[in-house]
C-alpha cells in the first residue's frame, strides 16, 4: 500500500452548495474543524457519518460533464445502494439532481447541480 484515501475532491462553480447536496444525499458535517485543509469561500469540505471527507474546490470557469459525451469526461461519479429506486430518486431531485438517464439492468443515472454524474443502485 502507498497511501491512504485522505478525501475525494470535486471541481465545482460553488463549494457550499455542493457541500449541502452531498449531505443532503450522505449525510455528515460542512466544514467540519480539520487541520488538514483551510475552508474558504474557494474550498469546502463534508466529513460524512461513514468517515468519508469530500472536499469540494471553485474552479474558475468550471464545465460540468456532460455524460455521456467524452467531450466533458464524467471526471469521476459514484454508484450509491439505496433501499427504493422510486423513493431516492425523487428525494435526490428535490435536494438538486438531474435525472440523465434510466437503464434498463436497474439503475438510474443523475446529475449533481455542478454535473457530475452519480448513480442510484437498488442495494
Known amino acids: 500500500m502507498i497511501g491512504k ?3 475525494v475532491v ?6 457550499l452548495e455542493l457541500a449541502r447536496f452531498y449531505r443532503s444525499l450522505l449525510g455528515g458535517a460542512i466544514n467540519e474543524p480539520d487541520p488538514r485543509w ?5 474550498f469546502s469540505t463534508l466529513h460524512t457519518r461513514s468517515g468519508l471527507v469530500f472536499a469540494f474546490q471553485r474552479v474558475k470557469d468550471y464545465q460540468a460533464p456532460q455524460w455521456p ?17 422510486d423513493q ?5 431531485v428535490g435536494f438538486g439532481a438531474t435525472l440523465l438517464h434510466v437503464d434498463t439492468r436497474g ?5 449533481d447541480p455542478a454535473g457530475h454524474p452519480f448513480c442510484l443502485l437498488r442495494g
Open 10 to 15: 470535486l471541481d465545482c462553480p460553488d463549494v
Open 38 to 42: 483551510a475552508v474558504s469561500d474557494d
Open 107 to 111: 439503475w438510474r443515472i443523475f446529475a
Open 88 to 92: 431516492a430518486q425523487e428525494e435526490v
Open 69 to 85: 459525451d467524452n467531450t466533458h469526461p464524467q471526471q469521476f461519479h459514484l454508484d450509491l445502494d439505496v433501499p427504493d429506486l
Open 5 to 7: 484515501l485522505q478525501c
